[in-house]
């Protein structure tokens, strides 16, 4: 490789990660940045982590995981919390997350599927929120793209399927995937939504090799 060829290869690489630095800097600020108040937090408890969380939650609940991958943590869902019913909420629809994750959801459940224990919906989360009556569910678990713009509608759409008291919790409370140089939303999402709708936290986990989860529910 000559010497020009490399400066030009050198010039390329710099003006991409320039371009790509100022795309950042303009998704940065269309971020909105909520204070949260001490009524939002009062009643918040540090847990350990998210298998913590579980056992935290409410058992024998009505319950509807979204964003479920291969099924790993609503494996935990099952077993922690023995919900009455646990929907499972998913697209499978990437090249990530594709039809053989499906059916090895489908494999792993098959005796509760057959119960009626589990139940699968399988689509979009912001499209799939329709298929759940108001007041139906008793606490979902929030996983899927992470970012603000699907995770607020996710929090908006999915709060009216709450029984009274109902939590909405979810994964990925933490600013981005650092690796990846992708920028999460959540923390400003779950921050939004309580202040605007009168919500508080009530748990958030400490984990430092897995992503933190969150726990919110309507100020009574």
């Avoid at 019913?85 to 594709?98: E, S």
């Avoid at 119960?115 to 919906?121: N, T």
């Avoid at 979902?140 to 603000?148: A, F, G, R």
Wanted: proline residues 2%; negative net charge.
């Amino acid at each position: 490789m000559t010497i020009d060829n490399q400066r030009l290869i050198n010039s390329i690489i710099e003006q991409y990660m320039e371009m790509a630095h100022k795309q950042k800097e303009q998704y940065e600020k269309l971020m909105p940045k909520i204070k949260l108040e001490q009524s939002n937090i009062a009643n918040c408890q540090l847990l350990l982590d998210r298998e913590t969380l579980l056992e935290n939650m409410p058992k024998n609940a009505v319950v509807a995981e979204i964003g479920v991958d291969s099924g790993a943590f609503s494996d935990k869902i099952l077993r922690i919390c023995t919900p009455s019913k646990l929907y499972l909420v998913d697209a499978w629809h990437t090249q990530r997350y594709h039809d053989g994750l499906f059916n090895q959801v489908t494999d792993k459940f098959r005796e509760q599927l057959d119960s009626g224990c589990v139940e699968i919906k399988r689509g979009l989360s912001i499209e799939m929120a329709s298929d759940f009556a108001d007041q139906s569910l008793d606490w979902i678990y929030i996983d899927t793209d992470h970012s603000y713009e699907t995770t607020i509608r996710e929090l908006c759409l999915y709060a009216p399927k709450l029984k009274v008291g109902g939590i909405i919790s979810g994964h990925d409370y933490t600013m981005g995937n650092f690796i990846k140089w992708y920028r999460y939303g959540v923390i400003e999402a779950v921050h939004q939504f309580c202040v605007t709708f009168g919500w508080e936290l009530i748990f958030i986990t400490a984990e430092t090799i897995e992503n933190q989860s969150f726990a919110i529910r309507k100020i009574s």
